[in-house]
């Protein structure tokens, strides 16, 4: 396997928002906020609800659930 062209690649545009990180790979690409729009409400919810905003801790937890990928939205 070469190195150099299955190697992983630097992100040319990372940002935070409450304490998440994207990384995009398109540089021409809208800044996050403008891309996120009205989804920064609902990050907010999420991240603000503590002084201390987000923090990682432990394993992800995982279900399986019959439903469809519309009921995170509904």
């Known amino acids: 396997?070469?190195?150099?062209?299955?190697?992983?690649?630097q992100v040319?545009?990372?940002e935070n928002y409450g304490g998440?990180?994207?990384g995009c790979l398109d540089e021409n690409a809208p800044p996050l906020?403008?891309?996120l729009g009205d989804m920064t409400w609902y990050l907010d919810l999420?991240?603000?609800?503590?002084?201390?905003g987000l923090e990682v801790?432990?394993?992800?937890?995982?279900?399986i659930?019959?439903?469809?990928?519309?009921?995170?939205?509904?």
């Open 1 to 9: 396997m070469d190195k150099n062209e299955w190697s992983l690649t």
């Open 12 to 14: 040319p545009r990372l």
């Open 20 to 22: 998440l990180i994207f």
């Open 33 to 35: 906020a403008d891309y």
């Open 46 to 52: 999420i991240s603000k609800k503590t002084q201390g």
């Open 57 to 63: 801790r432990g394993e992800p937890q995982r279900w």
């Open 65 to 74: 659930i019959d439903s469809n990928w519309k009921l995170g939205a509904d």
